[in-house]
């Protein structure tokens, strides 16, 4: 691994600037494992509400830190680094977060204390599935696209720059609806600098104006494609599922699934998400000291 001179020494540590993607953005898109957290997207976006910082260990692993609560943690998603630094990230941060089931395996067998973080798996889909929803079992979901789309002159269109503004509207709208912030902030953040990230995604309109728009890009070496922001107007019966269901259509075929994240413990998420019916699940683990 080449040395990384923007991303300092351990147990220093900077905040994510876009001036690091030229760097690890690569790095990231070299995984294989397709956790949703591990693209520079979701590190720069969510750094504020996670206090994300990058570091590298002496070995020149670079790690994630960060902290949940007041609870501190890092994170290794391009590999573990030799064990004395290891130990030294749990006396120092505590709890490996994010651990890929290969790291899990490793770890337990070295007697650390291994959990799965089932609040944080991602659900996976497969793309044509979630283009077709196929069989009875999505009868429910056809009837409420069917609602939308018998009910509203829609159009689509892939969220290109010039109707980032129009997003905006859209998430302003969808903010003033709600009692906590929720992730506006880096929702926000990420159609603002959504060319620099290389973020995609599309937007919808009824009666011409904005009412929808989903946001993402790909992992898991191009195979999935992960959705982090998916907004829509209230008012419009069946509009959510009409925005999963045609974004999946139009996405190129060859992102073979769709991670569309976690579910955070939610029960009315986790029942949301449970009802398409997921292939897989992205699984991931919290390691820490026995």
Same mark, same amino acid.
């Given at each position: 691994?080449?040395?990384?001179?923007?991303?300092?020494?351990?147990? $220093?540590?900077?905040?994510?600037?876009?001036?690091?993607?030229?760097? !690890?953005?690569?790095?990231?898109?070299?995984?294989?494992? @397709?956790?949703?957290?591990?693209?520079?997207?979701?590190?720069?976006?969510? #750094?504020?509400?996670?206090? *994300?910082?990058?570091?590298?260990?002496? &070995? %020149?692993?670079?790690?994630?830190?960060?902290?949940?609560?007041?609870?501190?943690?890092?994170?290794?998603?391009?590999?573990?680094?030799?064990?004395?630094?290891?130990?030294?990230?749990?006396?120092?941060?505590?709890?490996?977060?994010?651990?890929?089931?290969?790291?899990?395996?490793?770890?337990?067998? #070295?007697?650390?204390?291994?959990?799965?973080?089932?609040? %944080?798996? &991602?659900?996976?889909?497969?793309?044509?599935?979630?283009?077709?929803?196929?069989?009875?079992?999505? /009868?429910?979901?056809?009837?409420?696209?069917?609602?939308?789309? %018998?009910?509203?002159? +829609?159009?689509?269109?892939?969220?290109?720059?010039? +109707?980032?503004? /129009?997003?905006?509207?859209?998430?302003?709208?969808?903010?003033?609806?709600?009692?906590?912030?929720?992730?506006?902030?880096?929702?926000?953040?990420?159609?603002?600098?959504?060319?620099?990230?290389?973020?995609?995604? @599309?937007?919808? *309109?009824? &009666? $011409?104006?904005?009412?929808?728009?989903?946001l993402g890009e790909e992992?898991?070496?191009?195979?999935?494609?992960?959705?982090?922001f998916e907004k829509a107007?209230?008012? +419009?019966? @069946?509009?959510?599922?009409?925005?999963?269901?045609?974004?999946?259509?139009?996405?190129?075929? /060859?992102?073979?699934?769709?991670?569309?994240?976690? $579910?955070?413990?939610?029960?009315?998420?986790?029942?949301?998400?449970?009802? +398409?019916?997921p292939v897989d699940f992205?699984?991931?683990?919290? !390691?820490?000291?026995?």
């Amino acid at each position: 691994m080449d040395s990384l001179p923007i991303i300092p020494d351990y147990p $220093d540590w900077a905040a994510p600037a876009m001036a690091m993607r030229k760097v !690890v953005h690569p790095m990231f898109q070299a995984l294989s494992s @397709g956790i949703s957290e591990f693209t520079f997207a979701s590190i720069y976006l969510f #750094q504020t509400a996670h206090k *994300y910082r990058f570091s590298k260990m002496r &070995d %020149n692993t670079p790690v994630i830190l960060g902290e949940d609560g007041g609870q501190r943690f890092f994170m290794c998603p391009f590999g573990l680094p030799e064990r004395s630094l290891l130990e030294a990230l749990f006396d120092d941060y505590l709890t490996l977060k994010c651990a890929t089931e290969e790291q899990a395996d490793r770890l337990s067998q #070295q007697g650390y204390a291994v959990v799965e973080d089932r609040n %944080n798996f &991602d659900y996976l889909y497969t793309r044509e599935g979630l283009a077709e929803l196929p069989g009875s079992k999505y /009868h429910k979901k056809r009837n409420l696209i069917r609602a939308f789309v %018998n009910n509203h002159a +829609y159009e689509g269109r892939p969220l290109l720059d010039e +109707y980032l503004p /129009h997003a905006l509207e859209v998430l302003e709208q969808w903010q003033k609806n709600r009692d906590s912030e929720g992730d506006y902030y880096p929702a926000r953040e990420a159609l603002l600098n959504c060319h620099a990230l290389q973020l995609c995604g @599309g937007i919808y *309109y009824v &009666d $011409d104006s904005p009412v929808a728009y989903t946001l993402g890009e790909e992992l898991a070496r191009g195979t999935s494609f992960a959705i982090h922001f998916e907004k829509a107007l209230d008012g +419009y019966k @069946g509009i959510y599922q009409f925005v999963n269901q045609a974004f999946a259509a139009i996405i190129t075929d /060859h992102y073979q699934t769709v991670n569309r994240e976690q $579910d955070l413990g939610n029960p009315g998420l986790r029942q949301a998400k449970m009802s +398409y019916r997921p292939v897989d699940f992205v699984k991931k683990f919290l !390691v820490s000291l026995p």
